[in-house]
């Protein structure tokens, strides 16, 4: 227990001496850091606890996504039996999760099957090989036919909504101009978006609880908005409000000129003539094409552009639009303004984002939160290495140099990892000192017995690290199984907790095994010891 | 000012350290060598004790309750600093009571001008939440600096506390299924006893105290029970020592030598995990005193006395080493074990 090879030795001390320079990044302003090459760059992050930031957990409706889709679904049925001409009667209805249509004539139902099984894709593209697909068609009797989404394909459109919603939601938070913000997929429906150093996310909130769906379309005159608030609504129009009070209606075509996803770019500016605040945009090739197409068309009619179902404003198409852009006045502030060309820029939402959890913290109180933590961790190491050394005298002094050098491994493995660093997390570390502190006393302890049990000095130590060792491993896998359970289930600050616990744990093992021992048996070469002062 | 203190201990430990380096201190013995507590013939004192206690927590917790943190139960929090420098509390309750979100409470913590303001869960869904948010940032206006917020939807709530349980149980789970394999499945059932004690314990303590139930009082569980364990472990380590070396001592006796061996140990552990644990408790803040509180208690309170009144004696209800002497032909009691 007490002999080392050369190699062996240094091998530890390396090791210490490495795990420990890791966490030299963190005591150098950040600025200096970013000039030394990438591998020395890892550092500890501090977690929104202590820096102060933002977090939010957005959920994606998966009621619309799977409304959505059945709604595309009963276009498309629509349209198959209408291009080949089988007769329906009562229209398609789409009742909980299923599209359904009664086919007049009993003949038609097969042919009716066929059409309609072509609707299906398998899932996952070309490169599907499940075999299975997007839609099930099956007879359910009476001449009627049922379209089900199966789960694997609403789970399969949910992933692509998130996918699609997490580059959104990135390009979004970007153009607020903040500085490393974290977007990541949670679970099956959500999206977490840390953003740290924001303090108000009212604004952050406001542009991503928009889903910024985007629409060119005519304004229907045949019906005054007020007799079509009676009832009197064409089939093909619907009542729409404004976007800005008073809450006007409109009676505004359901078929779309031109989509949000056609533009190119968005910007906010002034109206040159009224000083405004204003939205210029300009679309892309095909959408410059259509807009200019139906403006020609439209002379003298008001068009309506709709944002999320609401109408921004309705102006009247005064010559045709050809060149590809065009802007939107609708009684904008300059933020409201900046807010609309930020949405438009970063696209549509694929469905709507809802704030389940929200937790912020102001930056003055999570640098109050750091001062008190390192107090803390000041004051209990001090009151630890007192104790130690009045209890163990000379012992105590290793145990000190073991115990500090264990807290540097765990500072260094924490940058080696850019883990992050909570005010939970910090309690963990003083924690730690505790268990480490355990160890030596374990060993300690042994050896002091192993003397009263008749055992000379030396044999004494070997002995006593011989046995405490198996204790210590033991002791510390039990902690260990709880950190790591703590890691699995928590979040944020307690995950942190876990994090450092679960390190602390592994640097207080290998330096019970290896440092603590090279030192006594440093000692013990170096003294020859008849007695030991324990 | 902390800076200079900082300063001075540390001066203080340097010198300490050489004294101890050269011998110079005399030894401080906080346990006498060789005790011979007869801690096995306390359990029918401290086995009623620990029923009677396990059960007033059990009533408590069906009585009293937890006080369930916004985590678990949904709602908003505020924390804000009045920019005055004193935050006028009737003031602000007026105000906030006038935004019909229900019962608004208001807590005045660590000086005058800091206020904790929790709205329960608001009827209507996440959204609800939101708009009770905005309602809140609204009313308290440019009085006050708002430090911290937090808003949890229902189902969010909902999700924690049962992530919360199972992880907790999971953790119980995985620590016997680790125990039952280093040891015989007595000591695992031995240490099950003494953890459910432990938790029950705990929980009449958050139940009497009223300290918010949250995310970190799981986290605090779960180190006290891995504490607690880590204690338990170190004595079970030495029981099944003993075993092997001494076939013919009486269990009670057996018991007692391996608790008394380790004493010393168990107690030097706690002063250092105690010393640690206050200068949390005292400079740790606000955001963290909860999260100590309850750590003190399962950890030096109710931990200790587990592993040495609860977790020891009881092996020998579950007939551990019993059958010693006929094991002995062949096989021998204990799993080999290296150590």
Known sequence: MLYFTRWRALGIILTALIVCLFAVPNFFPEATVKTWPAWAQRRIVLGLDLQGGSYLLLEVDSNYVKKERLDQVRDDVRRTLRDAKIGFT???????????????????????????????????????????????????????????????????RMRKTIEQSIQIVERRVNELGTVEPVIQRQGNDRILVQVPGLQDPTRLKELLGKTAKMEFRMVDTSVPPDQAQQGRLPPESELLMSASPPPTPYVVK?????????????QASFDQRTGEPVVSFKFNTSGARKFSQATQENVGLPFAIVLDNKVISAP????????????????????????????????????????????????????????????????????????????????????????????????????????????PGIAGIVLTVGIAVDSNVLIYERIREELRGGRNAISAIDAGFKRALATIL????????????????????????????????????????????????????????????? | MTHTVLIGLGV???????????????????????????????????????????????????THGLNLGIDFKGGTLLEVKAKSGVADIAAMRTSLDALGLGEVQLQQFGGPENVLIRVAEQPGGDAAQQAALAKLRGALGDSVDIQRTEVLGPRVAGELLAYGMIGLMLAIIAILIYLWFRFEWQFALGAMIANVHDIVLTIGFMSVSQVDFDLTSIAALLTILGYSL????????????????????????????????????????HVTVTLALLALLLFGGHAIHSFTAVMMFGVVLVGTYTSIFIAAPILIYLGVGEHREDAKEDAPPAKKNKA
């Open chain 2, 12 to 62: 203080l430990i340097a010198v300490l350290t050489v004294v101890a380096a050269l011998g110079l201190l005399p030894s401080l013995r906080i346990v006498p060598d060789n005790t011979h507590f007869d801690f096995t013939r306390f359990r029918r004192i401290s086995f009623p004790i620990s029923a009677a206690l396990s059960i007033l927590a059990i009533t408590l917790f069906f």
């Open chain 1, 254 to 266: 359901k078929q779309v000129l031109v989509a949000g996803g056609d533009l190119t770019d968005a």
């Open chain 1, 474 to 534: 033991d002791s510390n896998i039990t902690t260990f199984i709880a950190a790591a359970v703590l890691f699995y289930i928590g979040t944020g600050p307690v995950r942190g907790f876990a994090v450092t616990l679960g390190i602390g744990i592994i640097t207080t093992v290998f330096t019970a095994f290896t440092l603590t021992r090279l030192i006594v048996a440093g000692w013990v070469r170096w003294k020859r010891p008849q007695s030991v002062p324990i």
């Open chain 1, 90 to 156: 009562g229209g398609v209805t789409v009742r909980n999760d299923a599209a359904e249509v009664r086919i007049t004539k009993d003949t038609d139902v097969q042919p009716a099957l066929a059409k309609l099984r072509e609707l299906a894709q398998p899932l996952g593209g070309l490169m599907g090989s499940s075999g299975q697909r997007d839609l099930e068609v099956a007879d359910a009797g009476g001449g009627v036919i049922r379209l089900t989404i199966p789960q694997a394909a609403m789970l399969d």
């Open chain 2, 230 to 269: 880590n204690d338990t472990v170190v004595i079970y380590d030495r029981i099944r020592e003993m075993l092997r070396r001494y076939k013919k001592m009486p269990m009670p006796q057996l018991l007692n030598e391996s608790i008394n061996s380790t004493l010393s140990r168990s107690i030097i552990t």
């Open chain 1, 316 to 423: 009247v198409i005064r010559e045709p639009i050809t060149g590809g852009q065009g802007q939107i006045s609708g009684n904008f502030t300059v933020q409201s303004a900046n807010d609309l060309a930020i949405l438009l820029r970063a696209g549509a939402l694929p469905a709507p984002l809802t704030v389940v959890e929200e937790r912020t913290v102001g930056p003055g109180l999570g640098q109050d939160s750091i001062e008190k933590g390192e107090l803390a961790a000041y004051v209990g190491s001090i009151l630890v290495i007192v104790f130690m050394l009045l209890t163990y005298r000379l012992f105590g002094v290793f145990a000190n140099i073991a115990v500090t050098i264990n807290v540097a491994m765990i500072f260094g493995l924490l940058s080696l990892l850019s883990a992050t660093l909570t005010l």
